[in-house]
């Protein structure tokens, strides 16, 4: 099994970051891929930035250039440095890592930014 804890959400107003984390633990052998989505009310889960276990990033277009997606030197640690901010960032964000091609997902962690 593996077991994923998220920290970092908040309430924040528009113009400022936050620093999501992720700690994935357990049976991660093979863990390949790191990443975080999100899902606002009454809308799809959607991907917001994933990073491979060869360093390569990507971003969903609303979020580029403002967000920073990276791992830490351990590889079982994902961050995501979120700046600039803005309402519609508001969502429940959720990390997902892939294990030996198996999907796990955190519990989530609230994001809230005030106008």
């Known amino acids: 099994q593996v077991q994923l804890v998220e920290s970092g959400g908040g309430l924040v107003q528009a113009g400022g970051s936050l620093r999501l984390s992720c700690v994935a633990s357990g049976s991660i052998f093979g863990l390949s891929y790191m990443g975080w989505h999100r899902q606002a009310p009454g809308k799809q889960r959607e991907l917001v930035a994933g990073?491979?276990?060869?360093?390569?990033?990507n971003y969903a277009d609303s979020v580029k250039g403002r967000f920073t997606i990276s791992r830490g030197n351990a590889k079982n640690t994902m961050y995501l440095q979120m700046n600039s901010l803005k309402p519609e960032d508001t969502a429940v964000y959720y990390c997902?890592?892939?294990?030996?091609?198996?999907?796990?997902w955190g519990q989530g962690t609230q994001v809230t930014v005030s106008s």
């Open positions: 997902r890592v892939v294990v030996m091609f198996n999907d796990y």
């Open positions: 990073i491979s276990s060869d360093g390569r990033t």
